[in-house]
């Protein structure tokens, strides 16, 4: 018996769309359209005109030939609209200098819309490539006219139609010529992309086209966001996410404060924003200190007494419970191996809460016109968040807009945009605009944190320490089960749905014969607070089992860990190719790291790999950590951390070594430095004076290594955070042979272990 729930996928299937290339006044636009909007019109520059159709790709090149990249993505960061703005512009000869992007709003023609996952080149590399070459082709068939050359002897260039010594530039084909094509399924398909080595823009260093405007100030992100008319708001979150009913509110201390102008409790029709209301002031100052001045009665919800303790406790039972949860894998016959050896090994890993604390705290301003709801904010996962908010109003979906800014850090917390809510009942309620801002406490109480975990590791082997069987629990509380339910798929013994974020990155590349991995939702942890989809997700903490527990499995059948995983890396089955690029980092990361060198008293070196987030889209990653461990105080400096990566080809290298190193220290930081708990049914450490991210005096050295290749490119946004923290504690177990299994990896901690 062999089961999996994914399969590798490495390219979207466009078969239903067509692209358009059209005259449309003085530009030509180029696009991808849907074909429900082409049954009854065979002309683009008509379709391209109306915009009555969803494109991915949309490309408008003006009469100065300057090139402009609609990006129906979100950007925290990460420079998504210039890698997207190089893959088109590199197929379609453009000069870079007179490329432009613009972060398009909600409407319905952009298609839907999320940023996350890493997905956003993985998924769209292949389209842009090929509207690119189509751009191309159509520019080069009218510049040859022109030139009076047949195509054949043209190519594109710096934003010219070339020919031996005759060319043409894009601004002139394009005030001169008419464009009215539509190219098929099978056209597309078909187009003549550039082999990597011609490419001229996509791996080639370059700064990000967004940079100048973040640098001067001029870039807009949504806190900047005003209207005319508009009051602010603070919100004052009740004690508990769910189940909270104001009772009284008491604001008579609050009136003496200049520009006080009172205060809303809100009813959501949806019932995602329970308890809450909403204090309004002619300036934010006014707002905030109103909250301070204002004093709410509750009847607290059920969770109110709930505990970080309550709650670990709730995930261990359940993974000692062999009854509980649904298979996510089962290959081989574990429960037979187990019953027939008498080695066995096994081992619980925890991980604690941990909060997205992203720069920019949650803002939303929001304004009626003419009975549509404008939403003004950043945000990741628009055609998510938009149909909420319309049920929260009581509003049919094309009567709201979101309107997308710049996001001052993302990381998951704004994939779901459950802070426009609030702010859009209270502008519908008192009928003004309305700025609605969190400060940092607000933000945390708010928060969708990382669930706390439980994983349980069973090992079976043979007479000679030889692995047999690994059986693996995993439980938490599930972000897609609340916010996405839609999303997740069934379990492969079709006893119940799986939330595939998180569940991914148990379904690991090591040929085991004997696999099995049960999961299960932490209910009371999804009934006290929503599971959030943190940075890397659910692979963030399992990974930290596997690996860790990996380390575990190569010491007790006595080999080096390295050379286990390598051994179990054979691709083989359905583990063929993918293990095999895994092992290549990992036989790179060996060499680079000096792996095996003598090293000094209390030093050790820990290693530990991931493939990404998914199965679906896994990205080649081998981590090597070397600590030195104060055996007095526990203490683990982190002094290096090399990783290679093989994310195959690199679109933008100054874009893609950002996103490694920025994911590696996030990694760090949850390692060592971050962890939440809920304390009375809420997140309790909630500004910077208690939660502690990781500061530049701890930031180790960084080897990051990327391998060249020319397979198509996959996610980089997450993958860098996985393997981070297992490679830690099997570094600590290497230095002073303690073994931790509970994230954070406090001092206090290591110190009991070194002292037990």
């Not at 292949?126 to 030139?147: N, P, T, V, W």
């Not at 069934?490 to 004997?514: L, M, Q, R």
Request: glycine share 10%; net charge neutral; aromatic share 8%.
């Amino acid at each position: 018996m062999s089961k999996q729930q994914n399969e590798p996928q490495n390219e979207i299937d466009a078969s239903r769309r067509r692209f358009m290339i059209g005259s449309v006044g003085t530009s030509l636009l180029m696009a991808f359209g849907g074909v429900s909007g082409l049954v009854n019109s065979p002309s683009a520059q008509a379709l391209l005109a109306s915009k009555s159709f969803s494109p991915n790709v949309w490309i408008e090149m003006n009469s100065e030939g300057e090139v402009l990249v609609n990006i129906a993505k979100a950007e925290m960061g990460q420079h998504v609209g210039t890698a997207f703005a190089r893959i088109v512009c590199d197929e379609l000869g453009a000069d870079w200098h007179s490329v432009r992007i613009r972060h398009v709003d909600t409407d319905p023609k952009w298609g839907f819309m999320v940023t996350g996952g890493s997905w956003s080149v993985f998924q769209n590399f292949k389209m842009l490539s090929q509207a690119g070459a189509a751009g191309r082709i159509a520019l080069i068939e009218a510049g040859a006219k022109m030139l009076g050359v047949s195509p054949e002897s043209c190519d594109t260039e710096q934003g010219f139609v070339i020919s031996g010594d005759k060319k043409v530039s894009f601004a002139e084909i394009i005030q001169r010529g008419k464009f009215d094509k539509i190219l098929t399924a099978e056209e597309i398909k078909n187009l003549p992309l550039k082999p990597v080595k011609q490419l001229k823009l996509v791996g080639k260093k370059s700064q990000a086209l967004d940079i100048p405007a973040k640098t001067d100030g001029s870039a807009k992100y949504g806190i900047d966001v005003e209207v005319p008319g508009m009051v602010y708001a603070r919100p004052i979150v009740p004690p508990t996410r769910y189940g909270s009913k104001v009772l009284e509110v008491k604001d008579q201390a609050a009136k003496g404060i200049a520009g006080y102008l009172g205060y809303e409790i809100i009813t959501d029709p949806s019932d995602m924003i329970q308890g809450w209301v909403i204090v309004l002031g002619e300036t934010y100052a006014a707002a905030m200190n109103a909250v301070k001045a204002i004093s709410v009665s509750y009847q607290k919800g059920p969770t109110a007494t709930v505990s970080e303790e309550d709650i670990q406790q709730e995930g261990t039972r359940l993974v000692n419970d062999k009854n509980q949860g649904v298979l996510f894998v089962d290959e081989g016959d574990v429960g037979a191996v187990t019953d027939l050896t008498e080695t066995h090994l096994t081992s619980t890993y925890k991980t604690a809460s941990a909060i997205h604390f992203q720069l920019e705290p949650l803002n939303a301003t929001v304004e009626f016109i003419d009975g549509v709801c404008h939403v003004h904010s950043g945000n990741q996962w628009q055609s998510l968040t938009l149909p909420a908010v319309a049920k929260a109003l009581g509003l049919p979906a094309e009567k709201v807009v979101i309107h997308q800014y710049y996001l001052g850090g993302g990381f998951g917390r704004r994939l779901f945009g459950d802070y426009m809510i609030p702010a859009a009942l209270v502008a519908q309620k008192i009928s003004k605009p309305v700025k609605l801002i969190f400060t940092r406490e607000d933000d945390s109480i708010f928060s969708q944190p990382r669930s706390p975990s439980v994983q349980r590791f069973d090992a079976a082997f043979d007479g000679k320490n030889a692995l047999l069987s690994v059986e693996h629990a995993l439980t938490a509380g599930w972000p897609t089960l609340s916010m996405a339910p839609g999303f997740m798929p069934d379990s492969v013994d079709k006893k119940g749905k799986i939330d595939p974020f998180s569940t991914s990155g148990a379904d690991h590349w090591y040929s085991i014969e004997n696999h099995r991995v049960r999961a299960i939702n932490n209910d009371l942890a999804q009934r006290t607070f929503l599971p959030g989809w943190l940075r890397s997700v659910g692979p963030g903490w399992i990974g930290w089992g596997v690996e860790s527990f990996m380390d575990e499995i190569a010491h007790q059948s006595k080999q080096d860990p390295v050379a286990f995983r390598l051994n179990l890396l054979d691709g083989k089955g359905k583990n063929k190719a993918g293990a095999e690029r895994l092992a290549h980092t990992l036989k790179q990361a060996k060499e680079a790291s000096g792996w095996g060198e003598k090293l000094a008293a209390d030093e050790g070196m820990g290693v530990a790999v991931c493939a990404g987030q998914e199965r679906t889209m896994p990205t080649w990653i081998s981590c090597v950590a070397k600590v030195k461990v104060n055996r007095g105080t526990g203490e683990v400096s982190l002094k290096k951390l090399t990783l290679v990566v093989d994310c195959g080809l690199v679109v933008h290298p100054d874009g893609a070594l950002a996103q490694l190193e920025g994911s590696v220290l996030w990694g760090v930081s949850l390692a060592l430095h971050e962890g939440n708990a809920f304390k009375e049914g809420k997140i309790s450490a909630i500004n910077l004076n208690s939660y502690s991210p990781l500061r530049m005096n701890n930031v180790p050295e960084l080897d990051i290594r990327f391998v060249e290749s020319e397979e198509p490119p996959v996610g980089l946004g997450e993958p860098g955070v996985i393997a981070v923290a297992p490679a830690i504690g099997n570094a600590i177990f290497d230095a002073v042979g303690v073994r931790v299994r509970d994230l954070p990896i406090r001092a206090d901690e290591v110190k009991r272990l070194l002292n037990s």
